[in-house]
């Protein structure tokens, strides 16, 4: 399994900036993919928020990015609204090959998962 660590939320006003950081470690973080999912106050379910693809409602102001020498995934978050309130997951899944993110869109086809961190935006 990968073993996921979040850090980096907090709170912050309208069009304030946040970066989200994930360690994975593991013996199988090498050859998993990874992506950002988050689950807004209320909701049941967890949407993904960027992998292979964005969100469209976080498109172009947030940006995926991981440094496999620091066994880190980032994600930027640029010119924040309230809407983008939520617990921000970490979530890996394994595939066999090196890609850095993941193409599956939904949750249940990740295996490994963060504590979260949560991001609040005030308006």
């Known amino acids: 399994q990968v073993h996921l660590v979040e850090s980096g939320g907090g709170s912050v006003q309208t069009g304030g900036s946040l970066r989200l950081s994930c360690v994975a470690t593991g013996y199988r973080a090498t050859h998993s993919c990874m992506g950002w999912f988050r689950q807004a106050p209320g909701d049941d379910g967890r949407e993904l928020v960027a992998?292979?693809y964005y969100a469209d409602s976080v498109e172009g102001r947030f940006t995926i990015s991981r440094n496999r020498a620091e066994n880190t995934m980032y994600l930027q978050m640029d010119s924040l609204k309230p809407e983008d309130t939520g617990m921000y997951y970490c979530?890996?899944?394994?595939?066999?090959?090196?890609?850095?993110?993941?193409?599956?869109?939904?949750?249940?086809?990740?295996?490994?998962w963060g504590q979260g961190t949560q991001v609040t935006v005030s308006a």
């Open positions: 979530a890996a899944a394994f595939v066999g090959d090196v890609y850095d993110f993941c193409t599956f869109r939904r949750s249940f086809e990740y295996t490994s």
């Open positions: 992998a292979a």
